[in-house]
């Protein structure tokens, strides 16, 4: 059993039967006598990406989800699911594209990511921080615009994603892309 004392981020816990992750979590103390500690927090549920907020008394208890995470590695697709492989057991199973979400399109060929099991089924994957890509196209930037200290260029990569470049960035080149906010992140 985990106790909101133990509520940190990252942590995973059950709530009516479903496995949500602590994304962020604070303590109110009452500055009346005898009125119970707040714990405020922030969830995400794990099979459905809905975010939850909540409060509860200190001390609430709740129950370790069974989860656990494999390595695996991504093979291609199949109709409106992408099919990977767990680079274990060499077993491949499909996943819907829409339960994947928007991360489904930094799927390429033998990207190695992790695979979220509940109750050993797979519930959802989970990709790198970041990833390699190849610019196909950058549009002209001008330079004198440097008031904001950040010169950017819109730029095409190889999965179709528009994102935002510094000047310096050509076509051909590969670069690392934040999959977390879709941002440029370094040359690679």
């Known amino acids: 059993m985990i106790t909101t004392a133990d509520f940190s981020k990252g942590v995973r816990i059950l709530i009516d039967g479903e496995p949500y992750v602590i994304l962020e979590h604070t303590t109110q103390t009452p500055s009346a006598r005898g009125a119970a500690t707040l714990v405020k927090f922030k969830a995400r549920n794990l099979l459905t990406g809905q975010l939850i907020s909540d409060s509860v008394k200190a001390g609430a208890k709740y129950e370790q989800p069974d989860i656990r995470f494999a390595k695996v590695q991504y093979l291609y697709d199949e109709g409106p699911d992408a099919v990977f492989m767990d680079t274990e057991t060499y077993e491949q199973f499909n996943l819907a594209r829409d339960v994947i979400g928007e991360s489904a399109k930094y799927l390429s060929e033998d990207l190695e990511i992790k ?30 615009n440097t008031a904001s200290g950040s010169v950017t260029t819109p730029a095409e990569l190889s999965n179709g994603v528009r994102i935002q470049v510094p000047l310096h960035i050509k076509s051909g080149q590969r670069i690392l892309v934040d999959t977390r906010d879709d941002s440029f992140y370094q040359k690679a």
């Open 115 to 144: 695979a979220i099991f509940f109750n050993d089924n797979v519930v959802n994957v989970e990709l790198p921080n970041y990833v390699e890509l190849e610019i196909v196209m950058v549009e002209p930037g001008t330079r004198g």
